[in-house]
């Protein structure tokens, strides 16, 4: 059974870091490119950031460009969202999902993952 | 620009069908597209991948009650004896090189 479950989640002042992570399990992770979407509070999905099965390929939404950097390690079947200079606008639940092909944004998403909150208040 | 548009909300009765649509933008009819449901309070699910000559192929345990098609820039996710649990946002999502794009979500009300 495939399993996405993130963590590090919370809540964090403006301008300031923080770290998802992203853990899988019952697939081959090595083998499937990989996503961050968020959901602003009773807001629709925007997609964040996509990386290919290898990690040689890593997209950016224009609203996190610069800031976010996403990144997986194959060892440990897991995918990382490094968050910096957060701004209140990025407050939202953020999900993994899993696409069903290697090539970043190549292919549909299959799987989701129960998603994590960050709040960003001071 | 990439970019796909539903309408906010929809509603049908118990028992009933109802019929979703989800337009690409200009220049882009020939785009694959993949639903998602999200019932509230949770994260979304996977319904199919809806190719743009109306064949389609759905998630791990997705009812046949649910089926897609598709019509020049127009993509259907039809839902036929609608159940309470079939209450949810819908949202379309399609896919380029370097982009994820999602439609604006449709809400279905079952009455």
């Known amino acids: 059974e495939v399993q996405l479950l993130e963590s590090g989640g919370g809540l964090v002042q403006p301008g300031g870091s923080l770290r998802l992570s992203c853990a899988a399990s019952?697939?081959?992770?090595?083998?499937?490119?990989m996503s961050w979407v968020r959901q602003a509070p009773g807001k629709g999905l925007e997609w964040v950031s996509v990386?290919?099965?290898?990690?040689?390929?890593?997209y950016y939404a224009d609203s996190v460009k610069g800031r976010f950097t996403i990144s997986r390690d194959n060892s440990k079947n897991t995918l990382y969202l490094q968050m910096n200079s957060l701004r209140a606008e990025d407050t939202a639940v953020y999900y993994c999902?899993?696409?069903?092909?290697?090539?970043?944004?190549?292919?549909?998403?299959?799987?989701w993952g129960q998603g994590t909150l960050v709040a960003v208040s001071s | 620009q990439l970019v796909l548009t539903q309408s906010p909300s929809a509603s049908a009765s118990l028992g009933a069908s109802v019929k979703l649509t989800c337009t690409l933008s200009?220049?882009?009819?020939?785009?694959?597209i993949a639903w998602h449901q999200q019932q509230p309070e949770k994260g979304p699910r996977y319904l199919m991948k809806l190719n743009s000559d109306g064949s389609h192929s759905k998630g791990d345990g997705i009812p046949d009650r649910f089926s897609g098609s598709s019509s020049g820039a127009e993509r259907y996710l039809t839902i036929s004896s609608l159940q309470s649990e079939d209450e949810a946002d819908y949202y379309c999502?399609?896919?380029?090189?370097?982009?994820?794009?999602f439609g604006g979500g449709t809400k279905l009300t079952v009455l």
């Open positions: 999502q399609t896919w380029d090189t370097g982009i994820v794009v």
């Open positions: 990386i290919s099965a290898s990690g040689g390929s890593a």
């Open positions: 019952g697939f081959t992770f090595s083998s499937y490119a």
């Open positions: 200009s220049g882009h009819s020939s785009y694959a």
């Open positions: 999902a899993k696409e069903s092909g290697l090539a970043a944004a190549g292919s549909p998403f299959d799987y």
